[in-house]
């Protein structure tokens, strides 16, 4: 069974923008997928609606199976844990131990639960010590770990994460990608990073209104026409070895992460 399907999806917003035209998507479970894509793409709009936030007019939505309606959205939402892009719209309490705690307080767990869940979560996006600060007055950065952690502290079976890594620190990015690399269930990470989309996700889905690609990080490595239409820039490391490739007549696939480069280098 899918963890999330999307068959026929169009979305248009009240003012006319159509921002999803026919997604079909289906995501397995524990499956680790990258959404990528230009500016207004639909990514966040796509998002929302696997969040059950947004209830498109056209398709169907299944989440773990369920059909996705305005009766049972509340419910189904339950299953997901959903980053916002924009930490503005997620944190809303006095201080960043209340937002972190605020879902599992609501999920009516045991105090003991709460704190150790609280204090999990926190540790994992890398704010010990701001417990009793107020979430509002925290810089982008900040405030985005401490979405992150709320998100985490949930420990849903899905998670759809909405530009995670925007404003984090070169640190802050590589402690994410490792902590979302050790969750079990499953994730969807709209990203503009794709250095950091290679090394959490195989599958890669284009986005432009509509799906331009869904396949494997290799086959899209190699297709310059779908990076062009979505405003994609290969990571400088795939530029360099895709260059020297080239200009050296070799034949290797285009490496993905330094140790994959190392290992083509050291083999020629
Ligand atoms: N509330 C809204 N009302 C009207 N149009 C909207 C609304 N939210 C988004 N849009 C439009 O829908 C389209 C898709 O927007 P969306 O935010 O989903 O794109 P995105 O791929 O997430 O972009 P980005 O990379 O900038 O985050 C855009 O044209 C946007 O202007
Ligand atoms: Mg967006």
Not at 217 to 225: Q, S, V
Request: with cysteine; proline share 6%.
């Amino acid at each position: 069974m899918a963890a999330l399907k999307l068959t026929d999806v169009s979305f248009t917003y009240p003012d006319g923008i159509q921002a999803l035209d026919r997604v079909s998507l289906s995501i397995g479970e524990g499956e680790r997928v990258a959404l990528v894509g230009p500016n207004g793409a639909g990514k966040s709009t796509l998002l929302r609606i696997m969040a059950a936030l947004n209830i498109p007019a056209e398709g169907i939505v299944e989440i773990t199976g369920e059909r996705l309606t305005k009766k049972d959205a509340e419910r189904l939402r339950r299953r997901i844990g959903f980053l916002f892009q924009d930490p503005d719209d997620q944190i809303f309490m006095p201080t960043v131990w209340d937002d972190v705690a605020f879902g599992p307080i609501n999920m009516q767990l045991s105090a003991d639960e709460v704190e150790g869940r609280v204090a999990r979560a926190i540790h994992m996006a890398g704010i010990e010590g701001y417990e009793q600060r107020v979430p509002h007055h925290l810089s982008f950065g900040e405030k985005k770990r401490v979405a992150i952690a709320g998100v985490l502290a949930m420990q849903t079976p899905i998670l759809l994460l909405d530009e995670p890594t925007a404003n984090l620190d070169p640190q802050g990015r590589r402690d994410l990608v490792d902590v979302l690399k050790s969750l079990p269930g499953t994730v969807l990470i709209a990203t503009h990073d794709l250095a950091v989309a290679m090394e959490l996700a195989k599958r890669v889905v284009v986005l432009k209104r509509t799906i331009l690609f869904d396949g494997d990080f290799g086959t899209l490595l190699e297709n310059p026409a779908i990076l062009g239409s979505a405003n994609l820039e290969l990571p400088p490391l795939c530029k360099l070895l895709a260059e020297w490739r080239k200009r050296m007549g070799k034949d290797f696939a285009i490496p993905q992460t330094v140790e994959e480069a190392l290992e083509v280098l050291m083999r020629s």
